[in-house]
């Protein structure tokens, strides 16, 4: 068992940035891929960024790519995700998963399918 808590949302104007945070505890070694999904209202919940145990290999949503950086510390369990540039539409609420699958193609690790534990979620709204 992984138990999963987010923090560090809020609300903001557009072109800010937030740092999310979230931290693990438990069966934390089982980890093998940590990644951040959003949903907004209405809409499915949507891969954002996720990043191997080891910190070598980060993925990124093209929504993202060039305005996040997923980053990991093993010492304090925790992975943050630092979005930039912030738009409207990046308001949803963020949650964090943990999966234990080593998959070959990290296509994958885009589908909330393969993880295992879930945060409760931050709420980020962004307002222009």
């Known amino acids: 068992q992984v138990q999963l808590v987010e923090s560090g949302g809020g609300s903001v104007r557009t072109g800010s940035s937030l740092r999310l945070s979230c931290t693990a505890s438990?069966?934390?070694?089982?980890?093998?891929?940590t990644a951040w999904f959003r949903q907004a209202p209405g809409k499915q919940r949507e891969f954002v960024a996720a990043i191997k145990w080891n910190g070598e290999t980060s993925y990124y949503a093209e929504s993202v790519k060039g305005r996040g950086t997923i980053s990991r510390d093993n010492a304090k369990n925790t992975v943050d995700l630092l979005v930039s540039s912030l738009k409207p539409e990046d308001t949803a609420v963020y949650h964090c998963a943990v999966s234990n699958l080593r998959a070959a193609n990290s296509i994958y690790y885009e589908s909330p399918t393969v993880y295992a534990y879930w945060g409760q979620g931050t709420q980020v709204t962004v307002s222009s």
């Open positions: 438990g069966d934390v070694f089982s980890a093998y891929v």
